[in-house]
């Protein structure tokens, strides 16, 4: 039976010396996951208080600084979740990618960009209007946040049992 081209891309990685690396040591693949762990926690937590907020919780606390100081401490975990994540994916990437929850992980990632994109062409262009109170645009976007960071996490997890 020949072999698929994406399919073979992702055999081609997981035997690649860097998916051989991540499953020859005992120690790199848990450091590896744990810093993983580090990252999303990063990213779910930073955006996760920024996203209560503007859902109207902590009120005391104004958007505009607690947004400048959140957003670069998102990006910072995203970076560091991403870039391990694909180190793990590497030590099994065949099978991982075959993975319902791996898939469904993967949707919901690409969906919470998304809607980061569309928060900041839109309702976060007129933040500096808002005072203390987002826009309605703006608790949209942050409920449905909410949503899909929770759901990226709940399908990662998911990943061990399928």
């Known amino acids: 039976m020949e072999q698929q081209p994406a ?17 020859a040591s005992p120690a ?3 450091a590896v996951e ?6 999303f926690v990063v990213l779910v937590g930073s955006i996760l208080a920024l996203d209560l907020r503007l859902l109207g919780l902590g009120r005391a606390i104004a958007i505009q600084p607690m947004a400048q100081l959140l ?9 560091l979740a991403i870039s391990m994540g694909f180190l793990l994916f590497s030590a099994d990437a065949s099978h991982v990618v075959k993975n319902p929850a791996f898939q469904a992980k993967a ?13 900041h062409a839109i309702p976060w262009r007129d933040a500096s209007r808002w005072g203390d109170k987002a826009s309605s645009g703006a608790k949209a976007t942050a409920l449905l946040s ?17």
Not at 71 to 79: D, E, Y
Not at 148 to 160: E, F
């Open 7 to 23: 399919a073979s891309i992702f055999l081609s990685l997981q035997e690649s010396a860097l998916g051989h690396t991540m499953r």
């Open 28 to 30: 790199l693949y848990p």
């Open 34 to 39: 744990i810093l993983h762990i580090i990252g």
């Open 71 to 79: 957003l670069p401490v998102s990006r910072v975990g995203f970076l």
């Open 107 to 119: 949707l919901l990632i690409a969906a919470a960009l998304v809607n980061i994109v569309i928060a």
């Open 146 to 162: 909410i949503v899909l960071w929770l759901g990226v996490i709940c399908a990662g997890r998911l990943i061990a049992y399928f």
